[in-house]
DNA sequence: TGCGGTTCACAAAGTTCA
DNA sequence: TGAACTTTGTGAACCGCA
């Protein structure tokens, strides 16, 4: 990371603390995707899965900033650089269950609030 | 919050304890709210739907207390800002039946207690 | 020294009961 | 109806290991 170089968090643009999980975020991005993957939780977008990401907005719509908080890279170190790269379609080439798939971060909770390409 | 924020119910000028259902309310409005709202049902004003809230007065005329609440910006989680900041015609946009929309304290019920402009 | 994990006080939603 | 209470998620501050 160069220096003098912004430190903003990639999912909510609040003030970033240093990399977590691969990605510049936030200390509150930093534990909610903690939080998020280690329980393997599902969440429901009541919208159109694309709300906006913001620091006051964040708690709003768990789904979002769940989906944002992938969709920016981020994802347990556990094993495999992800098929992420590659879109959705990759990461199934993974091996293991799809729950530990998605515990490791690498994919969406079953196609309920995030559809794959 | 906004440092020193007055805490004072939005709706009657009561004392608040905090913010509920996205504004700064008091206990009493706070369930006020969630009942009305959850169980979708539908006050009438008794005079011409413009009666004062207050502390004193709140429990006089529920359709008018609900009135204000929806007027400050109450609204059950998980939606957003709703077409309320357009006026209620905006609201019409919001998908799922008049009812859901209701609940979810995106409009007010059908019509008998509140003119849409 | 940076980052993952833990702790814990706090905010807000729901619940109870006089 | 609403004061008091329970529940759950959040994030700032720590802690300890590379
Ligand atoms: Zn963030
Ligand atoms: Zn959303
Ligand atoms: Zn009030
Ligand atoms: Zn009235």
Known sequence: MPEG???????CG???TGYHFHVMTCEGCKGFFRRSISK???FTCP???NCTITKAKRRQCQACRLQKCLAVGMRKDSK???GRALGWAGASAVQGSRL???RAGLVPCSGSW???P
């Not at 170089?5 to 999912?11: D, G, L, M, R, S």
């Open 114 to 116: 995030l559809a794959g």
């Open 5 to 11: 170089e912004e430190k903003i968090c990639a999912v």
């Open 40 to 42: 393997g939780v599902c």
């Open 100 to 102: 530990a798939r998605h």
């Open 47 to 49: 919208f159109t899965r």
């Open 14 to 16: 609040d003030r970033a």
């Open 80 to 82: 495999v650089p992800p």
